[in-house]
């Protein structure tokens, strides 16, 4: 069996034809009727059912199942686990009438059994698992519901689930899963290990990412890499954006713009030996390339936190005033939000209009026409359906925010069908300037 990744169907229709190609030396034949597309995410409109490929058409399907686990295309976990859940129910009532209600054998026996019979149906493939609260939930429910079934007790015995695990000496099943979980760092070491790469635990970062307000019920287990324990920490930078346990960019946007306030200040220091038009080069070249750095990942900020990046913006403009003579007309600096703006739609022209493959994974499907003719009916099919958003902060993230601005620039301008990006890109600057 062979797995093919590709960022969009164009590349992975070259890829099975250069497989196609490659394998006719050696004697194989690709089983067409065998091949299957899974598309994650929404970037293949509804209606196409199927890849042309070297003259077959191939399936596409939402889920499938690869060695023994159920991959939907959603990327999540929960049809998984809900199967998992579904196979180990029916291995627990295979035993019921030869086992659990077998009088000759002991409860620890029983437990024993459960532990080796069902135990590993349920959590076959858990290392991959995204487990939320509801999912949590449920595979405790059915652990606890086994051995409440085993221990003999009825629907209207009270036994805590503490005391439960306490008599058959058994956890909680997130608690096994986290445990297996965890023994994939082990794997990963032993893999550095076999290829002579070394792992660093102290230059490894480990955050556990939740709104929650109270503690948790369990305690978090120790993660430990090469023996020694990665502990646990409230923010994390990548690749200089720093994110925090509850994904919001709230301390890097206080961080860039105490960067950029400092920095300023060493601009002032020197702004008596430079003009005008010195100091807006400055600027732009040391101060505002800071502010600008990944502006799309965090944009999501509430304004009152943007707004401290419009500070050190309109301390610079003042500057620059105060440099600039007499009779010279300065025009003022473009505000950040503005330039935010226009690079996302640049994003979204790119994404949508020159299909540049490695931004595939941010295409939004196409609006589908209206049934009736209206008077935004013509640039319908030009629009992207807008993600939905529950929270302020999901509404001023990248995706809900710039396909909402797409399809209102749809409705009032034809600039979609610009040509070139340098075009689109001058001509949506004006646009946005306009009141």
Request: aromatic content about 8%; proline content about 5%.
């Amino acid at each position: 069996m062979a797995v093919i990744f590709a960022e969009s169907l164009e590349f992975l229709v070259m890829a099975l034809e250069a497989l196609h190609e490659e394998a006719k030396p050696l004697g194989l034949e690709v089983s067409w009727l065998k091949t299957k597309v899974q598309v994650f995410g929404e970037l293949l409109d509804e209606a196409v059912q199927s890849v042309h490929a070297c003259g077959e058409d191939i399936e596409i399907l939402e889920s499938f199942t690869y060695l023994g686990s159920a991959v939907h295309n959603d990327g999540g976990s929960r049809q998984e686990v809900l199967r998992q859940i579904g196979i180990a129910h029916g291995a627990m009532d295979s035993l019921s009438g030869s086992i659990w209600r077998c009088r000759y054998l002991c409860r620890r026996t029983k437990i024993r059994i459960f532990k080796s019979l069902v135990i590993p149906v349920l959590l076959y493939g858990c290392e991959t698992w995204t487990l939320n609260s509801d999912l949590k939930r449920r595979i405790n429910a059915f652990g606890n519901k086994c051995l409440r079934r085993i221990m003999g007790y009825r629907w209207d015995d009270y036994v805590s689930n503490q005391q439960l695990h306490r008599e058959t000496d058994s956890r909680p099943i997130t608690c096994i899963v986290r445990q297996r979980q965890l023994q994939v760092l082990q794997t990963v070491i032993s893999w550095g290990r076999r290829w002579q790469v070394d792992l660093a635990p102290e230059k490894t970062q480990a955050m556990l990412i939740s709104r929650r307000q109270r503690p948790l019920d369990t305690p978090i287990p120790t993660i430990l890499l090469g023996g020694r324990p990665v502990p646990l920490q409230t923010s994390i930078s990548i690749l200089g954006v720093e994110v925090n346990s509850v994904l919001t960019f709230t301390d890097h946007i206080r961080t860039i713009a105490r960067k950029a306030a400092w920095k300023l200040s060493c601009v002032v220091r020197v702004s008596h030996l430079l003009d005008s038009q010195g100091i807006t080069t400055l600027y732009a070249a040391q101060v505002r390339s800071l502010m600008e750095y990944a502006p799309l990942t965090w944009s999501s900020c509430p304004p009152s936190y943007l707004s401290l990046l419009d500070k050190v913006q309109a301390r610079a403009q003042r500057l620059i005033r105060l440099k600039a003579l007499q009779d010279q007309l300065l025009p003022p600096l473009q505000p950040l939000q503005q330039r935010r703006d226009v690079a996302g739609l640049c994003i979204v022209y790119k994404t949508h209009k020159q299909h540049v493959p490695h931004l595939a994974a941010l295409r939004q499907p196409w609006a589908r026409p209206h049934g009736h003719t209206t008077r935004t009916a013509a640039t319908r099919d030009h629009q992207l359906i807008v993600p939905f958003a529950r929270t302020e902060t999901s509404l001023r993230s990248f995706l809900p925010r710039y396909t909402r601005m797409w399809n209102r620039m749809v409705q009032q301008t034809q600039l979609h069908s610009t040509s070139s990006l340098q075009t689109f890109k001058s001509a949506v600057n004006a646009w946005i300037k306009q009141p």
